[in-house]
């Protein structure tokens, strides 16, 4: 499979926790995103990767987050000390971008139940 | 901040029957995606549309990137069990900046 891949698929953690996950994107893409999603949502932008660098963070990835992407290749998104409201599914995303053109595709999502 | 109005919310709908939606947006988009996403999975990408009037298809799916740039829509013809989920769309304004995604449509279909 050459997919954009996740790990875990599922986490259940105690409030106050650190939980981290690990996304593969496809092999050839440089670009690499995380997003988070919740029910009844669309996917929200948390943070993207050119490669190794971290080019962006929306305002939604508080300092409890951290994501990396050391080598450019797969990324981890880190949460330390989880509230009950960091439960969502957490989603990876890569692509390629060709000129003006971009096209994002996604892995299965990682799902966070904080309790 | 930039943001995507889908619509309808919900559909319900008979096998066979063609489905329409819709996405608006506040601002000019250089790329419309959409997407279907089912229960507990990552959205899986449908169309990518790049031109402004581009009119694309994909089997039974058809989307079309609206030429003011600020909307797009898919259509579903002759839609199937399988196509139950929840369709989002998705804009992107350049290279550099985020997609914005919609609120989805959940598609429902009667046998």
């Known amino acids: 499979d050459t997919g954009v891949s996740q790990n875990p698929r599922h986490k259940i953690t105690k409030r106050g926790q650190n939980v981290t996950f690990r996304c593969d994107p496809i092999?050839?893409?440089?670009?690499l995103y995380w997003y988070r999603q919740t029910l009844g949502q669309g996917p929200e932008f948390l943070t993207y990767?050119?490669?190794?660098?971290?080019?962006?963070k929306s305002r939604l990835l508080s300092d409890r987050f951290s994501a990396e992407r050391p080598k450019g290749s797969f990324s981890t998104l880190e949460i330390q000390r989880t509230e009950q409201g960091d439960s969502a599914m957490y989603l990876c995303?890569?692509?390629?971008?060709?000129?003006?053109?971009?096209?994002?595709?996604f892995g299965p999502g990682t799902r966070l139940l904080v309790l | 901040g930039q943001q995507l109005n889908q619509s309808p919310q919900s559909m319900f709908i008979q096998e066979g029957e063609d489905v329409s939606m819709n996405c608006t947006s506040s601002?000019?988009?250089?790329?419309w995606l959409w997407y279907k996403q089912d229960p507990g999975e990552g959205p899986v990408l449908l169309i990518a549309?790049?031109?402004?009037?581009e009119l694309t298809s994909n089997g039974r799916l058809t989307a079309q990137f609206g030429i003011t740039r600020k909307d797009s829509f898919l259509n579903i013809s002759a839609s199937i069990p399988s196509d139950v989920g929840i369709y989002f769309c998705?804009?992107?304004?350049?290279?550099?900046?985020?997609?914005?995604f919609g609120k989805g449509t959940r598609l429902s279909v009667i046998a």
């Open positions: 549309l790049y031109k402004a009037g």
């Open positions: 995303a890569s692509s390629l971008v060709r000129g003006e053109q971009e096209t994002q595709y």
């Open positions: 998705a804009g992107l304004d350049s290279g550099n900046t985020p997609l914005v």
């Open positions: 601002s000019i988009f250089n790329t």
């Open positions: 990767f050119q490669n190794e660098a971290q080019l962006e």
């Open positions: 092999s050839e893409h440089n670009r």
